[in-house]
């Protein structure tokens, strides 16, 4: 029973799939905006493929770190939730959920969403009919933002691809602190290399990685989009706030904010992507090793997980505080 109680507790410090958003408010919000006239649902999105294969991401994090591994596997046993030194992704026994406190079905940490403890979306007034979708979000996001140090640009991105989730993948059920911690840990938040997202959510100046020239610890993927993207001709580079190599974006590039471009360096387009290639293969992300796998398949490195893991822990409990 000590063993089984210490387990419990850990597992209730770990973070959550479904931290912040009641999935009811959500609903209305959307419901709203959709008889308010608000495109919510890109076409790009409701058109996307399904790629047969994950491309996976050999991207650089904040400030040049390169990663290191091959996607599709953890070097060891190749699966999340099994590292002897402490990375999580399921309950003893291999049980995904969680123990009493938490979200049952959910990931660890979570507490129930009764909007009286967690934070919500707006309501459904605030939701505005032209510009930027993700501007109707802009009180929540302002809140959040200054809460947990974020832009607020850059909360209203990850807040809009959440709900427009829960209406095209809603068994994903995908959380924007997942977002916002992969954003934190691939440029802090559109920020690496002296860069800034400007009011409509485009870093600038444009953010590049290092060159995939397989240095490093990098991998070797020589130039596919003829530097369309990347502005490299030799190698290719991941791009924009949440590092996407040339490949991966033009499988799953969405143009969130309907302006005509899926671009890399937008926030919108960039989170609103990054949520659909975390949702493939039919995951519900409030199963841990649904979780991580997903994260995993972003880029296949134990330490580089962990530092998501943590980050979308420690988001999710001070957005509640």
């Known amino acids: 029973m000590g063993r089984v109680g210490r387990s419990t507790a850990a597992w209730a410090k770990r973070p959550s799939g479904r931290l912040i958003v009641p999935a009811v408010i959500a ?96 309501p459904t007034g605030a939701v505005q009919t032209g510009g930027r979708p993700a501007d109707a979000l802009a009180g929540w996001a302002g809140t959040m933002g200054t809460r947990l140090g974020i832009p607020v640009v850059a909360v209203q991105a990850y807040g809009y691809a959440e709900l427009v989730l829960q209406r095209t993948t809603p068994a994903c059920r995908l959380s924007w602190t997942t977002l916002a911690a992969l954003g934190k840990i691939e440029s802090s938040h559109g920020a690496a290399n002296g860069a800034v997202l400007s009011t409509d959510g485009t870093a600038m100046p444009p953010i590049f990685g290092l060159p995939l020239d397989g240095k490093g610890g990098r991998q070797l993927i020589p130039d596919t989009d003829r530097g369309a993207l990347d502005q490299d001709t030799t190698y290719d580079r991941a791009v ?10 033009n499988s799953y590039k969405v143009d969130a904010d309907n302006n005509g471009v899926a671009d890399p360096n937008d926030i919108d387009d960039a989170s ?50």
């Open 27 to 122: 609903i209305l919000l959307l419901g709203a905006a959709g008889a308010a006239g608000a495109y919510l649902v890109p076409q790009a999105l409701q058109a996307a493929p399904s790629p047969s294969a994950s491309p996976g991401f050999p991207l650089g994090a904040a400030g040049g770190l390169p990663s290191v591994g091959q996607p599709g596997g953890v070097a060891g046993s190749g699966l999340p939730g099994v590292d002897p030194n402490g990375l999580p992704g399921g309950l003893p026994g291999g049980l995904p959920g969680g123990p009493t406190g938490g979200v049952p079905g959910g990931l660890p940490g979570t507490v129930a969403p009764t909007g009286a403890v967690g934070a919500t979306l707006p």
């Open 272 to 321: 609103m992507t990054a949520a659909t290639y975390l949702c493939q293969g039919g995951r519900d992300l409030t199963k841990p090793e649904a979780w991580w796998d997903s994260i995993l398949s972003y880029n296949a490195v134990r330490p580089y997980a962990q530092k998501v893991f943590d980050a979308a822990n420690d988001y999710g409990r001070r957005s509640r505080s």
């Open 240 to 249: 924009g706030p949440m590092q996407f190599i040339p490949a991966t974006w």
